[in-house]
Structure formats: structure tokens, C-alpha cells
């Protein structure tokens, strides 16, 4: 008989209905003796007392808002701060998030953090934590420091992490090693006549699409921010008792800093985009040269899944340093980041970018698919550009942590010589992934997915499934690793 479970849950109720119901069904014949909660809402499960599933709210964790008198909490040491310096370097990044009306200085961050290390330490030591449970990556806090803090203790992580693919998810125990299990499935694969492998209708359909052309269309965003009279007029106008809260806060010194910031974030997002127009070309896209379309920031998919490379200067330093003397490095901003991105670019950061010899900031209105149809390669963090490149015979230089980083023909880079491998792959013995490659790839992607959308209501909006076929396809899963675990 295994030994109860004590679990942590992170977000696992409030972001749908999938993560609870599973754990409901899964309680039945997997047990558990604590099971606390940090979610929107609480769900309680029936089976456990009030006192062994405590709960916290995500909104007051996030303010660094925790019951109870703090000063009896466990002191911390000199061993756990500089176990946990990783994550904290990443908090301070992540704190940026909050920055959209007011500036939080290092001070405060660094209060902020060690509250949240000094609570979630002692809770996890005072309950006797042995699992943690995460409905999404670990990508805000307090969620990441907590996932930190399991690792450093030795406490099994489970997570899901959803992808690019309609209704394919995946469970996942560590950021950087990702979706392990597609290595295995994909070296199972290997040497297989993948003209051969079936895939399943939607995959089927997919595959199709990534290896035209043309491809999948991406979201188009307005190419300039909404003014400041339609924002007024959505969000005060249009609101019932906006308005009057709104006059109400003319009287209050807050509220004008909150303004006077947003809006000079509004002047900072102008100058950012006449900077990069200013200094964007028209790509030749007969030259060799590599894409490296910009991410989104601050965004999960950075941080933490980028890791040291969340900064893409730094990424994009390392390509113009090693890749050979006449190819060139495209570079294209996210559209999104063009629209309401001002905590994640400075006009330092262009001017970087614009300094190095073979960098070329490329024009907005450039269509990304001709990009990436004439490039040798495809350089990214983690985005889904590399995804897409694998389906178009483009091999990839990733400088981050995602499920298809064991893809055929990705290059993943964490040093300079890495890199310097990589370009001499792709350019002296010129490296790419097939089509073939590409099918076994996905049918290796096929063979160990979570078949389901799991968490976000978009997914669950999105999915061709229905809730409980998503939420059947994840009880399975997790079943499966729960009860794969020591007794």
C-alpha cells in the first residue's frame, strides 16, 4: 500500500474544471492525507477535513499577503538564499509583470521575495510536503519559488504544459529537461519507415498544414495601440459603476501616478516602434541569413522556460559572434510586443541589437512566412517558429526549454561553443530535418501527449474535445505518474 500523499497544488482549480475532477476521481484509489491549494477559488475535495486542505488565494499570494504571524515562521539561512539565487535572479525579472502602472524597486522586489521564501519554506517543512502538483509551467509567483523550493528539498514535481497543438498537452517533472518522454518515444521510432506511421485525423490534418508553405496563419494584432478616448469609453463608459469610481479617484495621488505612468508607458510604446521603423530594412532573401523572430516579454515562454537566455539580446550576441562571416541575422518583433509591450524592450535594447555588424532589425509588414521559407535557419527561445521550422525542413538553434527540443535537426544552446556546433551542422554539413523525421517526430508526440486541454478556459474554448474526454485523457496520465512513485 503506497504511502498517503501530502501535496501542494498550484492554480489547480479556477483555471477550468479538468485538474479537479481528475484528482476527485484519482482520490479514490490513490490516497492522500493533506492536500493544500493555491488557486483563484477553492474547490474542497470531500474525502479530506477542512484543516488537512488549506487554501490560498492566488491574488493575495501574489501581493505577499499570508494568514498568520510571520515572525513565528521558520528563520531562514545562509544555505537555502543561496540554494534558491536561480530563482531568485527570475523573480526579480518576473516581478516586471506588476510594473504596468507603477515602478517596483529593487528593494521591494527583494522584500517581496524573501517573504514569499520565508512562508512557503516553513509551510512546505511544517506540513511535510512530498508532491508537488501544477496545473500550468510554474511561470509567476509565488508559483515558481515554490516549485524551486520542491526541487532543492528533492520533493517530486508534476506539471502540465500545453502546446501549440490542438488538445495536445504534457505532463512534465522539470522545466529544462521538458517533455523527457518524447525523447524516448522519438528514439524508439528511429530507423522506422515513417511513410508508414498513422497519425491520428487532427494530427493527420496538422501535419499537412505545417508542411505547406503557408502553414498556419498567426494572430493578427492591430498594428497600434487602442486610443486613449475608445480605452476611456470601454472600460469607464461602458462599465456599470465605472464611472463613478473613476471620479471618485480624481481626489486620490495614487490614482494620477498609476496614470501619469500608463501614460508614459503610451509615449515609451511610440518611441520604441519609431525606433525599430527607423532602423528596420527590407530583407534580402537571397543572402544566407538566419530568423530570429522576437518573443513576446514578459511571457512564460521566456521566463522561465528561456532561462539564462531571457534576455534575447544576449541569444541574439551569441548567433552574430559565431555564425560565419557572410550570413546575417534577421530579426523581427513580435507583433504583440509592437502594440502593448513596453515592459518587456528598451530603446538600449534596439540600440544593441542595431550595434551588432550582422544584425538587421527587419520590417514589421514582412511577412514571416516568407522569412522563414528563405532562411537556413530558424533561431528561437522557445518559440513556436522553431515548431514550425521542423515541418519546413529548417533546422533549429533553441536557446531554451520546450517539449521539442528533442526534435530532429534542433540545436539547443547553452554555451558558445554549442553554438559554434550548430553553425557548423547547418552550414559546412548542411543538417536538416525531413519530412520523414518530422512525421516521426509528431507520432512521438502523439504517443505520450496528454490527449486534452487541460487547464486555461481558451484551451477548453478552442479544443475539439469535450471537457470530459479532456478531463478522461488527463486522469489517465496522472494516474499513471502518481502511481509510479515510491512508496
Avoid at 519554506?121 to 508537488?132: A, C, G, S, W
Avoid at 500545453?162 to 528514439?187: C, G, K
Avoid at 494620477?256 to 527590407?282: C, E, G, M, N, P
Avoid at 528561437?380 to 538553434?397: D, M, S
Wanted: glycine content about 4%.
Amino acid at each position: 500500500m503506497p504511502k498517503p500523499l501530502r501535496a501542494l497544488t498550484l492554480r489547480w482549480t479556477g483555471t477550468g474544471v479538468v485538474c479537479h475532477e481528475a484528482l476527485l476521481r484519482i482520490m479514490k484509489d490513490i490516497p492522500f492525507e493533506f492536500c493544500a491549494s493555491l488557486s483563484p477559488k477553492h474547490n474542497p475535495y470531500p474525502n479530506l477535513n477542512d484543516e488537512s486542505q488549506p487554501w490560498f488565494n492566488t491574488s493575495d499570494a501574489r501581493n505577499g499577503i499570508y494568514p498568520g504571524d510571520q515572525a513565528s515562521l521558520m528563520p531562514l539561512d545562509e544555505a537555502l538564499i543561496e540554494s534558491m539565487r536561480d530563482c531568485e535572479a527570475l523573480f526579480m525579472y518576473m516581478m516586471m509583470r506588476g510594473e504596468y502602472a507603477r515602478n517596483i524597486p529593487y528593494p521591494e522586489r527583494k522584500h517581496r521575495y524573501l517573504k514569499h521564501l520565508r512562508f512557503w519554506n516553513d509551510f512546505i517543512e511544517r506540513n511535510r510536503i512530498t508532491i508537488l502538483l501544477s496545473s500550468t509551467l510554474p511561470h509567476e509567483m509565488p508559483d515558481h519559488l515554490i516549485y524551486a523550493l520542491c526541487k532543492v528539498k528533492g520533493i517530486r514535481t508534476v506539471f502540465t504544459h500545453a502546446t501549440p497543438i490542438r488538445d495536445t498537452a504534457f505532463l512534465q517533472e522539470n522545466i529544462e529537461e521538458s517533455a523527457v518522454q518524447i525523447r524516448d518515444a522519438y528514439e524508439a521510432l528511429r530507423g522506422t519507415d515513417a511513410s508508414g506511421l498513422s497519425l491520428s485525423p487532427k494530427l493527420e490534418e496538422y501535419f499537412a498544414k505545417q508542411t505547406s508553405p503557408k502553414g498556419t496563419a498567426a494572430m493578427v494584432f492591430p498594428e497600434k495601440p487602442i486610443s486613449v478616448l475608445i480605452r476611456f469609453h470601454r472600460r469607464i463608459l461602458s462599465t456599470k459603476g465605472a464611472f463613478m469610481h473613476w471620479i471618485t479617484s480624481l481626489w486620490s495621488a495614487v490614482a494620477w501616478s498609476h496614470r501619469i505612468h500608463k501614460f508614459l508607458s503610451l509615449r515609451t510604446q511610440r518611441l520604441l516602434r519609431q525606433y525599430y521603423d527607423q532602423h528596420a530594412v527590407k530583407p534580402d532573401l537571397q543572402k544566407p541569413y538566419i530568423y530570429f523572430p522576437l518573443q513576446y516579454q514578459p511571457e512564460c515562454s521566456t521566463c522561465p522556460m528561456a532561462g539564462a537566455f531571457v534576455d534575447q539580446d544576449i541569444s541574439i550576441h551569441v548567433l552574430s559572434k559565431t555564425a560565419p562571416n557572410d550570413v546575417l541575422i534577421y530579426v523581427k518583433e513580435h507583433p504583440r510586443q509592437r502594440k502593448v509591450g513596453t515592459l518587456g524592450r528598451t530603446l538600449q535594447f534596439y540600440r544593441d541589437l542595431v550595434a551588432m555588424p550582422n544584425v538587421r532589425l527587419v520590417a514589421h509588414e514582412t511577412d514571416t512566412f516568407d522569412l522563414r521559407e528563405h532562411c537556413a535557419a530558424v533561431a528561437t527561445g522557445t518559440g513556436t517558429a522553431g515548431l514550425e521550422a521542423i515541418f519546413r525542413g529548417k533546422p533549429v538553434i533553441l536557446f531554451g526549454h520546450v517539449f521539442y527540443q528533442y526534435g530532429p535537426a534542433v540545436f539547443q544552446v547553452k554555451t558558445h561553443s554549442d553554438c559554434e556546433h550548430a553553425m557548423k551542422e547547418i552550414f559546412h554539413n548542411t543538417v536538416k530535418p525531413s519530412s520523414m523525421e518530422a512525421r516521426r517526430f509528431l507520432k512521438a508526440v502523439e504517443n505520450t501527449r496528454v490527449h486534452g486541454s487541460v487547464t486555461d478556459l481558451y484551451y477548453l474554448n478552442e479544443s475539439d474535445l469535450t471537457i470530459e474526454q479532456s478531463t478522461g485523457a488527463f486522469e489517465a496520465m496522472l494516474r499513471k505518474h502518481l502511481s509510479a512513485l515510491p512508496a
